[in-house]
């Protein structure tokens, strides 16, 4: 009776699910891109950056293996016949069932009986999860295992001791090393970069001021500094890029970025000033430099405003009302968000477990695939990254959750309330995100409103545009589209 009940909650849900498709963009195929011009630039991009990497992985230290403490610290606090970590081994009996649905039909009948503090229940349904995760290696089994684990840990109330134990292995060496050949952050980066290449263009006596929220080490700039080095116009005349952080990233790792960066555009003849700014919150952080009244300020975001909280204390904004507004403040002559794009800013639990599943398992399967064939040593820690990611999603509440993904519809809408609006997606931009996304032939994307959408099959993962102030002192921007 509860497996058919179980079944019934799937097939309506994937009724629904695909109901929802329907009024979604189509993703197509990415056509091969023969344009010479935009595979020179993206060869120029990909040296810079990475030469920069490489550098940065020469002044690290090789880390210690703290994997074995972790899992030390784990096992003292749960059990380990009742949470199953990634590393150890199968010892349940092969679960006779696979279909997509019906384990998503599972997974959400554990997470109800867990909302529930039916431990009875859900321990019943870990035990069949459990052995389906360990019936197989592929993204789909360790996806179930993570998210199993993750209810677990939830209904235990251990989700952030977790979370942070976790955190601790992932050193900046294997941060780095992994920046390298990911395909999303290289699509990323030169869309942005080559947007401000095109919007600077024209301008002779340059001042530049990029403010990065989510600067992390600093991998996108060395191909900006590189290409703004080699305009017509010539190098900028002063450069500033303040990198804004969580406190997660430690100062000293912000310095060794901005000392990185500094000599990176020293050896391109670019003079550069870095100003590094720590915060608990996006919300509360803000630069504390400009260069003069004259300068040409960027706002850059890539894949970060998800950690941004969408709902604020009573009688309070939402932070997220409040970082559009701070941004707006300042007047930037261009402001650059690409996102990560699903949706988990529902209040109920239930609804946003749903979400995380079928985001997550099809990330997993994007990067199992693709990894496996530019960079296998890396898949690993990836895997690592995201059961990471996913015990957060899970286990986490209030202001332990940061992993707080939405569309990009909604972050569409709190930019245009801010006073914001969208550019043209520039051709050449374009050209360059499509060599990229041209690795696999899974790959594909689309465009809505001025929003550049990649995807993986018929699912979007990531969204990118520009915008500029609805009355903004660089009409200059408008006129090159």
Request: proline letters at 4%; aromatic letters at 8%.
């Amino acid at each position: 009776m509860r497996l058919f009940l179980i079944m019934g909650h799937a097939d309506l849900s994937s009724k629904l699910q695909r109901v929802l498709l329907q009024h979604q963009v189509r993703l197509k195929p990415v056509p091969f891109s023969s344009s010479r011009d935009s595979h020179e630039a993206l060869k120029v991009y990909d040296d810079s950056r990475l030469q920069f990497i490489q550098e940065m992985l020469d002044q690290e230290d090789e880390p210690e293996d703290s994997s074995q403490e972790a899992q030390q610290v784990l096992s003292g606090l749960l059990d380990q016949d009742e949470l199953q970590t990634s590393t150890s081994p199968a010892s349940n009996p092969v679960l006779a069932r696979s279909d997509g649905a019906d384990l998503e039909g599972l997974l959400v009948a554990c997470a109800e009986a867990v909302a529930a503090n039916d431990s009875a229940q859900a321990y019943e349904l870990v035990e069949e999860l459990t052995s389906f995760a360990y019936s197989g290696e592929s993204s789909l089994h360790r996806a179930v295992l993570y998210f199993t684990n993750a209810l677990v840990a939830r209904l235990r109330g251990y989700g952030a001791q977790m979370y942070r134990i976790m955190s601790k292995e992932v050193s900046t060496r294997q941060t780095l090393a992994v920046q390298m050949n990911l395909p999303v952050l290289r699509a990323t980066e030169f869309f942005a970069n080559q947007t401000i290449l095109e919007a600077c263009r024209g301008q002779r006596n340059l001042k530049l001021h990029i403010v990065d929220y989510g600067i992390f080490y600093g991998c996108q700039w060395p191909s900006l500094i590189e290409a703004l080095s080699q305009r017509d116009e010539g190098p900028p005349k002063k450069m500033m890029i303040t990198g804004i952080e969580l406190t997660s990233i430690a100062e000293a790792s912000m310095r060794q970025t901005g000392e990185g960066l500094i000599a990176y555009a020293k050896s391109c003849g670019v003079p550069l000033e870095f100003q590094p700014v720590v915060s608990n919150t996006w919300e509360k952080a803000e630069p504390r430099y400009h260069l003069s009244s004259d300068e040409f300020l960027v706002i850059n975001c890539k894949l970060r405003m998800r950690h941004l909280r969408e709902d604020g204390y009573i009688l309070m904004e939402s932070p997220r009302k409040i970082f559009f507004k701070n941004i707006a403040r300042l007047k930037p002559a261009l402001f650059v968000q690409c996102v990560v794009t699903t949706d988990l800013s529902s209040p109920f639990f239930i609804h946003r477990f749903r979400e995380a599943w079928r985001d997550i398992h099809i990330r997993m399967e994007q990067i199992e695939e693709t990894m496996q064939v530019i960079d296998p040593p890396k898949l690993e820690y990836l895997n690592r990254l995201m059961e990471k990611t996913v015990m957060n999603m899970v286990a986490c509440e209030g202001a332990d959750r940061i992993e707080r993904l939405s569309s990009y519809k909604t972050w569409n809408y709190l930019a245009t309330r801010a006073g914001f609006e969208k550019l043209p997606i520039s051709n050449q931009a374009l050209q360059m995100v499509k060599v990229v996304w041209t690795s696999h032939k899974k790959f594909t994307y689309g465009m809505d409103e001025k929003w550049l959408l990649l995807g993986w099959k018929d699912v979007t993962l990531t969204a990118m545009s520009a915008w500029q102030p609805m009355c903004s002192t660089f009409p200059f921007i408008k006129e090159k589209n």
